[in-house]
């Protein structure tokens, strides 16, 4: 092997490698908030060391209405980009039907039913914890960087408020591809050049 070929090797594994590292799916947990249900904004944030390239995003949220969890208006944002998504609005009663908790549930874009369209759990009120399309597709954050704080907004925007409205727990779940950048594997790679080009310079 010359060393025009050697390069282009290394290159390539150089690359390849970088490319795929971190990718997967990671999981941001937060925390949880009581008494949420208030005319200003409740915010709870997390933040990711993840420097990965969002190819899906997800949103877990474990919701327990003191009486309506109606009347509340759910925002994610990407705090760096700017970028938000409504998972649920006041307006979003279903079927002209107040709703109270959303527990366990899961607002992805591939769901096969919109959130408006949820169904009610025997008591008629609750909805039935599963993955529902969110009021705004979350692939408006496919492309970036997964890297930041995000943050959860929760705010009563319908009729009653101070009802004790508590978010129990809240996720962000990314799919991830690696954004490529210099490494601890790519100063080895860059070392090996210079050696085999060494090697075959004396020759």
Request: hydrophobic share 45%; with cysteine.
């Amino acid at each position: 092997m010359n060393i025009k070929m050697l390069k282009a090797a290394v290159a390539g594994l150089v690359l390849s490698v970088s490319s795929f590292a971190n990718a997967g799916i990671i999981t941001l947990n937060g925390g949880a908030a009581f008494n949420v249900d208030t005319p200003d904004p409740t915010l709870v944030t997390l933040s990711s060391t993840n420097t990965g390239t969002i190819t899906d995003l997800d949103l877990f949220i474990d919701f327990d209405a003191g009486c309506c969890g109606y009347d509340n208006t759910i925002i994610l944002t990407h705090v760096d980009t700017g970028t938000s998504a409504s998972i649920w609005l006041d307006s979003d009663s279903i079927g002209s039907q107040a709703f109270g908790d959303v527990r366990n549930t899961t607002f992805n874009d591939e769901a096969s039913t919109a959130f408006v369209n949820a169904s009610f759990d025997l008591s008629g009120f609750d909805i039935v914890p599963g993955d529902y399309q969110a009021a705004d597709l979350l692939s408006v954050f496919d492309g970036e960087s997964l890297f930041g704080t995000w943050q959860l907004s929760i705010q009563n925007t319908g009729c009653c408020t101070n009802e004790g409205d508590n978010l129990m727990a809240w996720s962000v779940i990314a799919n991830v591809s690696n954004v490529p950048e210099p490494s601890t594997l790519a100063i080895f790679a860059l070392a090996i050049v210079g050696l085999a080009s060494r090697k075959f310079k004396t020759k």
